[in-house]
């Protein structure tokens, strides 16, 4: 007895589906960009350690910074799952 | 767990017009505020030479921000913006740390909350924009470079408000949803208070401390 699968199943599976994919999209740019903020850190500790504490806050904030698009798609993600 | 989409709402009639308000974020920006007057109150009481903890760790954020808020606006405005750059942090760091406590939640897990802030420190940076440069130097700033990027500038001002408001919503309701979805699966057992330690207090400063300092940045690129 086949259960026929109605409209708003359809949309409510596109949403899950459209929220992993938001996420997992999302996640790339921050990794590589909060990567790379790490990265150049570490060389400019290791040039001046004296100046780690400034250095290490800076990066601090820079990662923040470049973690908002990640939050974005995570904002869009919660909204597909819980509003749709 | 099963919670997590729920908002609780209370409404008023105001004749024929339903006035709905967010009451959890309400109450819990008033524990907010009532914390913040507690802190507040402990650390001048008993103020004296040599200070008492609470006493060193008020003069520690005063120094430091009143060093940041030099550093960025010159000596000029320092005076007049450094009481809502140290306040807002202050406010900012208690609501994302509050959290922490059983059977409360942070406000700023409201988009309220945090767009509101938003919106009043773009009416500050600006409002002051205005004040400093006047109005015909400052609308001339937006076809700065060339004529036609009027449109670009004036969204770029707007899209600051909308990213300062959504990281710190997302990265506080992203929080606190994954500690209730994490703490669900493991039945409360061990990850709890660390997740708490990451997501309330760690995630809570940086995102407190990013907050409050971009607005700092946004009035200084204003004022120069």
């Known amino acids: ?84 | 767990m099963e919670n997590i989409g729920k908002v609780s709402h209370w409404v008023f009639h105001l004749g024929d017009t339903r006035l709905v308000v967010n009451s959890t974020t309400l109450m819990m920006t008033w524990v907010v505020i009532g914390l913040v007057l507690a802190f507040a109150l402990i650390a001048t009481r008993g103020r004296a030479m040599v200070p008492g903890p609470w006493q060193q760790l008020a003069e520690f954020l005063v120094q430091w921000f009143r060093e940041l808020v030099r550093d960025a606006l010159g000596e000029a405005y320092e005076e007049r913006y450094f009481t809502l750059i140290c306040g807002m942090f202050i406010f900012l760091l208690l609501c994302n740390w509050v959290g922490v406590l059983p059977g409360l939640e942070e406000p700023t897990k409201d988009i309220n909350t945090t767009l509101g802030l938003g919106i009043m420190g773009f009416i500050i940076a600006h409002g002051t924009a205005i004040k400093v440069k006047g109005l015909k130097q400052y609308l001339k700033e937006y076809f700065e470079p060339m004529f036609f990027l009027m449109p670009l500038n004036v969204v770029g001002e707007v899209a600051k408000v909308i990213s300062i408001s959504f990281r710190l919503f997302g990265n506080i309701i992203g929080g606190s949803i994954i500690i209730v979805v994490v703490t669900h699966l493991v039945y409360g057992l061990l990850l709890p208070p660390f997740l708490y330690g990451f997501f309330g207090l760690f995630v809570g400063t940086v995102q407190a401390f990013v907050f409050t300092m971009l607005t700092l940045v946004y009035i200084s690129v204003q004022i120069r």
């Open chain 1, 1 to 84: 007895m086949a259960v026929e699968i109605s409209g708003a199943d359809i949309v409510r599976a596109a949403a899950m589906l459209g929220a992993g994919i938001a996420m997992g999209i999302g996640a790339f740019g921050p990794g590589l960009g909060e990567g790379i903020v790490a990265g150049k850190a570490c060389e400019a500790i290791g040039r001046n350690p004296r100046e780690a504490g400034l250095l290490t806050r800076t990066m601090l904030v820079g990662q923040a910074v470049a973690e908002s698009t990640g939050i974005y798609s995570l904002v869009v993600a919660l909204l597909l799952i819980f509003v749709v």
